[in-house]
């Protein structure tokens, strides 16, 4: 892939020449390797998205102090998580990188100021889910990272000026879970709480009528909701998302089922 390609793709006027947006939910780190529901979700899922010229993804398990975009060649792909077997540890996930993509990103971003970051890799978050997005990783990859210090606005305020990237050819997902809560897993009998059904139901009523100023109030809308969120670095890329949205575009729901009781693996699709 050309480094210059970023650049040289022509931009288009209006939403039919946008690149769709993506909210998945990525769940149990196993599900890079199995074969489920989930994960033939992200592979139909995949069959209607335009080619990508490059990815940029907002993954939960980057969170650091500022703001930082990786600017690598070739990423290394990080095996973020302990316990699971061997052969979890050995998927290699060879995207490549852009680093053109990654400056471009960071001129274009004014709301802070955003650093290169010539460490980090491609976190279990990004490669467990573009692994069946994209089994050949021949599409460059960057990642952006979420400042733990911002506010939910704040973030959201960051995500719309990523908007020109959609026209030329970038794909942006976000990913995380909209619920997420380890503490409350049930690892042997799946059976999901009331409040889950709840606040997923709650969460994807506001996601579907544009209501994204009380999704960034989260913390004001209940009990259930508060379960769903204890910390917000799951729900942090849903806003991202969110925040690149026109207001006319259709949201698709996908994989919309729970995971391990406490865990929702709703995803969405907007555009195209």
């Known amino acids: 892939m050309d480094l210059k390609a970023i ?6 006027n209006g939403s039919e020449a946008l690149m769709p947006l993506l909210f998945v939910g990525h769940g149990n780190p196993m599900n890079a390797i199995l074969q489920n529901e989930f994960s033939l979700g992200w592979q139909q899922v995949a069959k209607a998205l335009p080619k990508p010229v490059a990815i940029l993804c ?23 998580f302990y316990g699971f077997p061997k052969e979890l540890f ?4 060879p995207a490549p ?4 993509l990654a400056e471009e990103t960071k001129s274009i971003i004014t709301a802070t100021k955003v650093e290169s ?24 990859v960057i990642q952006l990272s979420l400042d733990y210090h911002k506010s939910p606005e704040m973030h959201y305020e960051l995500a719309g000026e990523l908007s020109s990237l959609r026209k030329k050819g ?24 009331e409040w889950v059904a709840e606040a997923n139901e709650k969460l ?19 009990n259930a909701v508060q379960l769903a969120i204890p ?7 849903l806003l991202y998302i969110l925040g690149l949205k026109n207001e006319n575009e259709q949201i698709s729901f996908f994989n919309d089922k729970t995971e391990l009781g406490s865990i929702s693996m709703t995803s969405l699709k907007i555009g195209y």
């Open 7 to 12: 650049n040289n793709l022509p931009e288009h």
């Open 58 to 80: 907002i993954s939960a398990h980057w969170e650091t102090e500022g703001t930082f975009v990786t600017a690598v060649d070739k990423p290394r792909t990080i095996h973020d």
């Open 90 to 93: 050995n998927v290699e996930y």
């Open 97 to 100: 990188g852009n680093i053109t």
């Open 117 to 140: 970051d010539f460490n980090w890799g491609l976190d279990h978050g990004c490669w467990c889910v573009l692994k069946h997005l994209y089994p050949l990783a021949d599409f460059p």
């Open 170 to 193: 970038v794909l942006i997902i976000g990913s995380g879970n909209i619920v997420h809560n380890l503490g409350l897993i049930s690892w042997h009998d799946n059976q999901e709480y």
């Open 204 to 222: 994807k009523q506001l996601i579907t009528s544009n209501d994204h100023r009380k999704l960034m109030a989260y913390k004001q809308l209940g």
């Open 231 to 237: 910390t917000p670095e799951h729900f942090l890329p």
